[in-house]
């Protein structure tokens, strides 16, 4: 037993380098010494000239990194491990790969022990992620399509996982027309892209068409009274009681003609009946208007209160110019310096309202 302070030497885990010169077919491995030294430690000539990727990771080998080859042209991958001098030993040769990955990016997605992958096609936005089997095999996953096709960096890492998601709905009072499907569509793109800038994934339940149910015909100019937050009309409760394949914790925004009642000019109004999330808009031009509306129904509030006749004197006053309409949660939709912010603090009520689901 040691009883005195350990003298040995701290273990610099140092890695080393792999070079390909596809021109005249040649790699060399070299070790480095940890203070930017370097010193080859084996040549090799004759590699094949047409790899296009090569990809290090643990593939089957014994403690030193495996790689894996890849040439797009031939639909060629294969896998190799490599040992202590620098010694390349084939595991497996997989031939009808897809003749354009656009990446292959290296990580710990689930499948073992060993390096998995995911493949990606920029042109078509697809990527597979595939889970090696340690003897140089790999098997599919999962297969995902309607990527985006422009991304030109995946970049595998212990990132952090905490997002949240949210479902919402369009369900429409008035016949969606061409210009009914526009409005929608722009409002929930201009939201979808601002939430998840706070970790809120939005995704976009079936549009359903309401027109046709003569009952809710008189809800188009619907009474929303003063419109505050835990009180309803007996329209809204009708209104929403409309919750045709909505799950419990989702949204539903309903598209209607005209809000009235109380102090009135609202063109989006977020109270709901208990258990019905959801609000109710104006076709407008206000991008964030169903941004604003679903920021209500998951708990914000007003940044300021707005200075009316009726109101001349409130507490926390909107001030012109303060920055206050730069805010998503500004009571008009005079919105400056957009797309709105939306403040830290905001972002954890939104997330903790009980209504955005945890993945
Ligand atoms: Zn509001």
Redesign the pocket.
Known sequence: VQVGPCSASVDRHVQGLFYYDPIPGDAEFYATDGEGGIRRTRLHIGFRTSWTKIIPGNFGGDGFTDLLFYDAAAGTGEFYRTDARGRIHLLQTHTGWRETWTQIVPGNFGGSGSTDLLFYEGPTGTGEFYAADGQGGISLLQTHTGWRESWTQIVPGDFGTEGVHLRVHFKSLIPITTAVTSFMDAQYAAMAQLFARNGITVFRGANEDLSGNMALTPLQNLDVGD?VGGETTQEQRDLFANRNNVGANDLVVYVVMSLIGGTGNFV???AHPDGRPGAAVVQSSAQWLTA??V??VLD???VCRRVTPQDPNPPNPCVTGSGQSDRL???TTGWTNVPPDIATAEEDTMRNSGLTNAW
């Open positions: 419109c989006g109004c977020a604003h509306e920021g209500h914000l509030r007003h949660m500004f009571p």
